[in-house]
């Protein structure tokens, strides 16, 4: 039998913010047992009460400095929760997640991930149509109005003769 659970080593901390399409990250995080215990002691309150949210920054041509960029989402999650899908973000920016609590109505920040850049969006709605003065020609008939009588002419004339053409 293949056992495909898996376990996050208990002494790791750390967020991974990962670009799934040009619109969606994925974040997942890990906190050791003695960390959690840290946080607990710190702001007094069980792990399970602490009020966790993610934070997304839109840090895109800024040197990031945990306080100089637009927050754009805060979600809050469940301590039990050690994954989140963050949707419908713009595309083509860069961006970093913040594992955070709430203290005294300020944010503390318990974990910070990578900056993720999402890829530009190549869908059809979003490309640049360029049209053309007029179409190309499919045959070199086509593309010289002068040749179409000559060439229906002899083509006729083949026909009739029981030639076949092409």
Known sequence: MYDES???????????????????????WTISLARRRLIQEHF??????LPL???LYDV??????????????????????NNWYLHNLPSGRNYVVDLATMNHDRLFCL?????VALPPDRSAASR???PFAKPLPSTPIDAD?????????LSS???REGATIG
């Open 6 to 28: 898996w376990e996050f080593p208990d002494f790791s901390n750390r967020i991974v913010a990962l670009a799934l399409n040009p619109s969606c990250v994925f974040v997942y």
């Open 157 to 159: 004339q083949l026909k």
């Open 128 to 130: 640049v149509k360029i």
């Open 111 to 115: 974990l910070r991930s990578n900056m």
């Open 44 to 49: 007094m309150a069980d792990w399970d009460a």
């Open 145 to 153: 109005p002068a040749l179409r009588k000559p060439v229906r002419r």
């Open 53 to 55: 949210c993610l934070c």
């Open 60 to 81: 895109t041509d800024i040197l990031f400095d945990g306080y100089n960029a637009p927050l754009l989402r805060r979600v809050s999650v469940d301590p039990g929760t």
